[in-house]
């Protein structure tokens, strides 16, 4: 009897210790029995976060919030959790405060960070944020908001509509027979042109005249179109004659092509103004029977003298008969 006594006795304590383990882990959310690190990081506003609640990254639980801690001097507060993965948390991690949906719980958030930067250790603080917008915050400017819209639609209702539609009230009644004046106009107007009278009328419904003229306007630029492509085609026939007699001419085919490729014109050319300059120099220097005659001053004397005494002989010859003017001629030459 005594050693199940204390056997029962040993049961019911081993399950106390369970039970309790079981609601420290899951209502206190105290990781007393777990490894892993801690972590601090700073807000200036917490939003409703309490201790024991979860700590996420990429939306899967890693570890829970141990402590809150309020720092009056730098007006912020301090948050210690404990993370049960290690090598998890780098220095360019950043820490949010996000809540699940708008009854959820509050839980802090921390990023990846790059996987190159360094690992955080021990009781070492985590960069944080408060970028993540207050539920009761969006609730406020939410109700803002509906107290707006509810003065918007008081101030539409009463004497302030009629204020409001008055003037356009009045514009319609000013204008309304130049409205209708203008209503009867566009209806002549749509009339005409469904009979087919006016310009645009003639455009919508005469359909064979202005397919007839599009067709042959078309014919027309298609022959257009065939003209100027032949023009195209003769101006090209000429251009490659033209390039055939260049290279033949480049070939020194032809008579224009030998005279400018064959060097032959050139050398008896050049020969031959040699020689005319040496004809020149001689005649210059007195020298031939062109040269003596020319560079000769007694020669051109002679000549003068003997024009002269012709011309006198011309003179006496105008009365004389034939013999005499042999005789004469004969004398004054001679």
Same mark, same amino acid.
Not at 121 to 127: P, V, W
Not at 236 to 243: L, Q, S
Not at 288 to 307: F, S
């Given at each position: 009897?005594?050693?199940?006594?204390?056997?029962?006795?040993?049961?019911? &304590?081993?399950?106390?210790?369970?039970?309790?383990?079981?609601?420290?882990?899951?209502?206190?959310?105290?990781?007393?029995?777990?490894?892993?690190?801690?972590?601090?990081?700073?807000?200036?506003?917490?939003?409703?976060?309490?201790?024991?609640?979860?700590?996420?990254?990429?939306?899967?639980?890693?570890?829970?919030?141990?402590?809150?801690?309020?720092?009056?001097?730098?007006?912020?507060?301090?948050?210690?959790?404990?993370?049960?993965?290690?090598?998890?948390?780098?220095?360019?991690?950043?820490?949010?405060?996000?809540?699940?949906?708008?009854?959820?719980?509050?839980?802090?958030?921390?990023?990846?960070?790059?996987?190159?930067?360094?690992?955080?250790?021990?009781?070492?603080?985590?960069?944080?944020?408060?970028?993540?917008?207050?539920?009761?915050?969006?609730?406020?400017?939410?109700?803002?908001?509906?107290?707006?819209?509810?003065? &918007?639609?008081?101030?539409?209702?009463?004497?302030?509509?009629?204020?409001?539609?008055?003037?356009?009230?009045?514009?319609?009644?000013?204008?309304?027979?130049?409205?209708?004046?203008?209503?009867?106009?566009?209806?002549?107007?749509?009339?005409?042109?469904?009979?087919?009278?006016?310009? &645009?009328?003639?455009?919508?419904?005469?359909?064979?005249?202005?397919?007839?003229?599009?067709?042959?306007?078309?014919?027309?630029?298609?022959?257009?179109?065939?003209?100027?492509?032949?023009?195209?085609?003769?101006?090209?026939?000429?251009?490659?004659?033209?390039?055939?007699?260049?290279?033949?001419?480049?070939?020194?085919?032809?008579?224009?092509?030998?005279?400018?490729?064959?060097?032959?014109?050139?050398?008896?050319?050049?020969?031959?103004?040699?020689?005319?300059?040496?004809?020149?120099?001689?005649?210059?220097?007195?020298?031939?029977?062109?040269?003596?005659?020319?560079?000769?001053?007694?020669?051109?004397?002679?000549?003068?003298?003997?024009?002269?005494?012709?011309?006198?002989?011309?003179?006496?010859?105008?009365?004389?008969?034939?013999?005499?003017?042999?005789?004469?001629?004969?004398?004054?030459?001679?």
């Amino acid at each position: 009897m005594k050693n199940s006594l204390e056997t029962r006795l040993g049961i019911f &304590v081993a399950l106390a210790v369970i039970a309790a383990v079981l609601i420290l882990e899951v209502v206190g959310g105290m990781d007393l029995f777990r490894k892993g690190v801690r972590y601090t990081t700073e807000f200036d506003d917490i939003q409703d976060l309490k201790v024991g609640d979860r700590v996420k990254m990429a939306g899967r639980e890693i570890g829970r919030v141990e402590s809150i801690d309020l720092d009056l001097e730098r007006s912020k507060v301090k948050i210690t959790m404990k993370v049960s993965i290690t090598n998890s948390v780098h220095t360019d991690s950043v820490a949010r405060i996000k809540s699940a949906g708008l009854m959820g719980q509050n839980f802090v958030a921390i990023d990846f960070g790059k996987a190159t930067s360094p690992v955080l250790g021990q009781d070492q603080n985590i960069a944080s944020t408060n970028d993540t917008p207050d539920i009761n915050a969006m609730f406020a400017k939410l109700s803002s908001v509906a107290d707006g819209m509810g003065n &918007v639609t008081k101030s539409f209702s009463g004497d302030k509509i009629d204020n409001l539609l008055g003037p356009l009230n009045s514009l319609l009644t000013d204008t309304h027979s130049s409205i209708v004046a203008s209503m009867a106009n566009i209806e002549l107007i749509t009339k005409q042109i469904s009979e087919g009278k006016g310009s &645009v009328g003639k455009l919508i419904y005469d359909n064979n005249n202005l397919y007839n003229t599009t067709l042959a306007t078309i014919s027309n630029l298609q022959d257009t179109a065939t003209e100027i492509k032949t023009t195209f085609a003769d101006a090209r026939k000429v251009v490659d004659g033209v390039n055939q007699t260049v290279t033949q001419i480049n070939s020194g085919h032809g008579t224009v092509g030998k005279l400018l490729t064959d060097d032959t014109l050139y050398r008896e050319t050049t020969t031959t103004m040699t020689n005319l300059k040496e004809i020149l120099q001689k005649v210059n220097q007195g020298q031939g029977t062109v040269g003596k005659i020319i560079n000769d001053r007694e020669l051109y004397n002679d000549a003068r003298l003997t024009l002269k005494k012709l011309d006198s002989a011309t003179e006496s010859l105008e009365d004389q008969g034939p013999l005499s003017v042999m005789g004469i001629l004969f004398n004054k030459l001679f």
